[in-house]
């Protein structure tokens, strides 16, 4: 059985305040029994995100890592300094790095990797654009995302990532893909994965994200190949992010 997963990405957004909201509202929460909850905010907040939450069942990701260790890299973060205030998580391959910072299937590869040397769970993020879509092309340009990641890993590297669709079209725009279309193109993930093995096919944690919000997330969690979400926008409410997690027991 695959753990849900709900995953709040706020993006280049969040305040202190929002922090203290969460951790208010999840000392206090009944979440269903069994589901894994991550906040996933800019790097500055991490550490005041960390102590917030630690009287919460909520915990920590961030939204990229540099693949090296330490060393000249201005500007950026290194999976052993998340590691060390305590995120479990990180984020790689999300449209908005692969479009606004030309990141390659092979720089989303070394982050992903870096993760795994690092002990973080790394959320890969795929996704077709609305041309691709509209020319047919959605579960190939899927597919090779994924390919080119799960051909360049061991496979007991392939078991330790979880995978979120985030069709492009639908990220921020309020155009949720509806819960067949989620369905199809992530069993067609799980399918593909089966062709390297069939039990990791069978625990592969999938996401689906793109305006999921607290009116339709229920309907999505519930297609048989959605083991959870990555929300953006409506993590920043802490009711709506609270609501969502409620519909993923
Ligand atoms: P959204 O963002 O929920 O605002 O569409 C999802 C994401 O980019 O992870």
Redesign the pocket.
Known sequence: MRTPLIAG?W?MNGSAALIESFGKTFASAALPANIDVVVIPPFPYLDAARHAFSNTPLQLGAQTLNPHHSGAHTGEVSGSMLKEFGVAYVLVG???RRQLYRESDEQVFDRLLAALDTGLTPIL?VGETLEERDAGRTMDVVLRQVGYIMARLAPEQRLQIVI?Y?PVW????GRTATPEQAQEVMAGIRAYQAGFDASLAEQLKLLY????NASNAAELLAQPDIDGG?????SLKTDDFYAICQSAG
């Open positions: 990405n993006k999300h449209s908005e993020c979120a985030e639908a990220i921020g725009t994200g793109g305006s999921m990555l929300v953006g926008g409506a």
